[in-house]
Structure formats: C-alpha cells, structure tokens
C-alpha cells in the first residue's frame, strides 16, 4: 500500500498505477495472459485446451501468478491441462 512508504522514499521514484480492475484493461489484458499463459504450455509441452485456459483467465483475472502456478501443479500432476483443472 502507497500509504505505508515513507515520504523521502516516495519523492524519488515514480508512481505507476497497476490497476487491471477496470473494464476497459481487462478486456485489453485478458487475451495477452492467455496468450502468455498458451505460450508458456507449449514452451513446456504441456497438452491443453484452449478453452480451458480462456476460462482459467476469466474466473483468476488478473492474479496470473495463481494461474501460473495452478496450472504447473496440475501439469506435474497429470500431464495435460482440461477442464478437471477447475476440480483440483
């Protein structure tokens, strides 16, 4: 929180507003993570489902930290990311 760093170390660095809560950014960012997200699974050779991703990204927007995660122990786990991930 902005609130918590003290003045003298405010003044000297820039504020950069990470707000993905908004409609107009969400609709923006959605598809990149998912893109992100794909790429990551193909780089790995992890077998997916487009789908499941696209909605792995709508239901966990924008915590891609969880959904990276979630989807590295699934794919430790099974070998292949489907719509079972949503159960896990």
């Known amino acids: ?14 504020l950069i507003d990470f707000n993905f809560t ?3 950014v969400k609709v923006e960012m959605s ?4 893109v992100r997200l794909k790429g990551i699974l193909k780089n790995e050779n992890v077998e997916f489902k487009d789908e499941t991703i696209d909605k792995m990204v709508e239901m966990f927007y924008p915590d891609m930290r969880k959904m990276i995660g979630l989807l590295q122990q699934y794919s430790n786990t099974y070998g292949i990311i489907d719509n079972e991930i949503f159960n896990f």
């Not at 003290?6 to 003044?11: A, C, E, G, N, V």
């Not at 598809?31 to 998912?34: N, R």
């Open 1 to 14: 929180m902005i609130t918590k760093i003290i003045d003298p170390l405010k003044s000297r660095c820039q």
């Open 22 to 24: 908004d409609a107009k």
């Open 31 to 34: 598809p990149k993570i998912a």
